[in-house]
């Protein structure tokens, strides 16, 4: 255990030994002003790696990443105790954090997809509040639910913030930072950039909540950063801290989550997801050889909250829960039956397979079963219907519905010209299609923050460039993670051999 002491220094045992020795291994000089920004689009030379030094007071500028997902099945079901199947998709949050130099007090969140763009003084944030007798908690804690009176200790400082989009994604930050860090933390400039739409099924709060987790963490030096060799139990419990304190900052987001955004986002690739009882860790299977499926996704561009979907069940099950009752375990059953058709050695994806077809009806009937639960909604079934009428799979909303995204779980061997022809009706209707592949890298740091340009110099990534990056694609060249060698990326992982060069 480590514990964190005024100042940032750290008294240190076992597993922390590997964050300090990858802290040491830069230990000396200083870094360049963090806050010097370069010209839009270059990056700032940095000195070369054998001179790059930092001592645990006097970070460099690093990001973290974490993906979106997609469930493929169990949505709503999930909250009650039942199974879900999610799958990391290749969207993902990108957190940029850059220390202020000393003597600064200051936090500043650039939230900038949401306009957000607020400071608070660490020296007055509550404190106390936090102290209090049997408030406090440590990184390797977890929590179940938030503590009310903590929630209005920080009330004040949120509500200057508004509308509850910004408030939201304020207070997620706020409470992990009261949490995992202390009065002495550093200043920082935490700026969150995502490719990922909002409110649209695809995971975006849980994507948030783990890189505030993962960056909180690293910046509070309770997390190794991963290194080729680290050892599957100290990455299974370095990807369990993350996700713990990720849950939190969902519960901040969207009152009464499952864990199986978050948990996704934390690990990747894909999971069988289930927690029948909250006040332990949920089961979690991972996939590791979750197929290619064959998906079309696309987004009503109709927003909604989860909060507020999760809510439409809940009020479900008051007023007739036999019968919906009955709904979420068919949702169960039909979850636990495409699990056991994927994790068979027989499985196969190929044309005239039995098995897609048997996905695929049961994607069918688990999106009937949630529109009789309400989750639906009329610009869905426009889509299901327009793929119906093409005959090309099987469709059904995915995340929270009520507006969102939904999935098409695509026939083998479809003419390309039935595609095209389906996805121009889309795009005529106003739907967007999105291009993105299932079972991506999981939550991911990049320290320090820098990039290679078109000459093969190593630069820094500044808050100028990530605010400027124009778009997705923008996004993407200058700080994604499938970066072809120019950035580099590290992920704590579970189920690959160490030897996949780092990554
Ligand atoms: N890029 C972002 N920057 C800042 N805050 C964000 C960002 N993306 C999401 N959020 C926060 O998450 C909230 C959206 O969460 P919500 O759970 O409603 O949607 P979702 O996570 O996209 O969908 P689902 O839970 O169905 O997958 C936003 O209101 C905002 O507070
Ligand atoms: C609707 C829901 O099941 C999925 C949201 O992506 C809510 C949750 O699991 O927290």
């Not at 030379?45 to 460099?60: D, F, H, I, K, N």
């Not at 999610?86 to 949050?93: E, G, N, T, V």
Request: hydrophobic share 40%; glycine share 10%; proline share 6%.
């Amino acid at each position: 255990m480590a514990t964190l002491q005024p100042g940032n220094s750290l008294s240190v045992d076992t597993d922390m030994a590997t964050a300090v020795d990858s802290l040491r291994l830069h230990g000396g000089t200083k870094l360049t002003n963090p806050l010097t920004s370069s010209a839009p689009g270059v990056a700032s030379p940095v000195v070369g790696r054998s001179s790059r030094a930092y001592t645990m007071s006097e970070l460099p500028s690093f990001m973290v990443s974490a993906p979106g997902k997609v469930i493929v099945y169990g949505e709503h079901a999930v909250v009650y105790g039942k199974g879900a199947i999610a799958a990391a998709i290749s969207l993902r949050s990108y957190l940029l954090v850059t220390p202020y130099p000393k003597p600064s007090r200051t936090l500043t969140l650039r939230f900038s997809d949401i306009g957000l763009d607020h400071s608070w003084e660490i020296d007055v944030l509550p404190w106390k509040a936090f102290a209090a007798p049997g408030k406090k908690r440590y990184y390797f804690d977890s929590l179940e639910r938030l503590d009310p009176m903590l929630m209005k200790a920080l009330k004040p400082f949120i509500d200057v913030i508004p509308g509850k989009v910004l408030q939201a994604a304020a207070t997620s930050f706020l409470f992990l930072f009261m949490m995992i860090g202390n009065q002495h933390s550093p200043a920082a400039i935490y700026t969150m950039r995502s490719t990922i739409p909002i409110g649209a099924g695809l995971g975006s709060s849980a994507s948030i909540a783990v890189c505030l987790s993962a960056a909180l963490q690293l910046q509070g030096g309770t997390l190794a950063k991963p290194f080729k060799g680290m050892m599957p139990h100290e990455t299974q419990l370095q990807l369990k801290r993350i996700n713990n304190w990720a849950f939190v900052g969902e519960m901040c987001i969207h009152g009464n989550p499952s864990g199986v955004d978050n948990t996704v986002a934390t690990g990747g690739k894909a999971v069988f997801f289930k927690r029948d009882d909250y006040s332990q860790p949920p089961e979690v299977t991972h996939l590791a050889d979750f197929p290619e499926l064959p998906l079309l996704l696309v987004n009503t561009k109709q927003s909604r909250s989860t909060a507020e979907e999760v809510a439409k069940v809940r009020s479900l099950l008051e007023s007739h829960d036999g019968i919906t009752n009955l709904m979420l375990d068919t949702i169960d059953k039909i979850t636990t039956e495409a699990h056991s058709i994927i994790s068979s050695p027989d499985f196969s994806s190929a044309a005239g397979s039995p098995d897609i077809v048997r996905l695929g009806e049961l994607i069918r009937i688990n999106h009937g079963i949630l529109v009789s639960l309400g989750v639906s909604h009329p610009k869905l079934e426009r889509i299901r219907e327009l793929v119906d009428f093409a005959g090309i799979g099987w469709t059904k909303l995915t995340g929270a519905g009520g507006g969102g995204c939904s999935i098409t779980l695509l026939k083998p061997n479809l003419k390309p010209e039935v595609l095209q022809g389906l996805e121009q009706r889309l795009s005529d209707e106003g739907f967007e299609k999105y291009e993105t592949t299932l079972g991506g890298a999981g939550v991911g740091v990049l320290w320090p923050a820098t990039t290679v340009d078109e000459l093969g110099r190593e630069g820094e990534i500044t808050q100028d460039m990530f605010l400027e990056a124009d778009g997705v694609k923008g996004v993407e060249n200058l700080v994604g993670v499938s970066s072809g060698g120019k950035r580099k990326w590290r992920f704590w992982r579970e189920w690959v051999p160490e030897d996949d060069g780092g990554r």
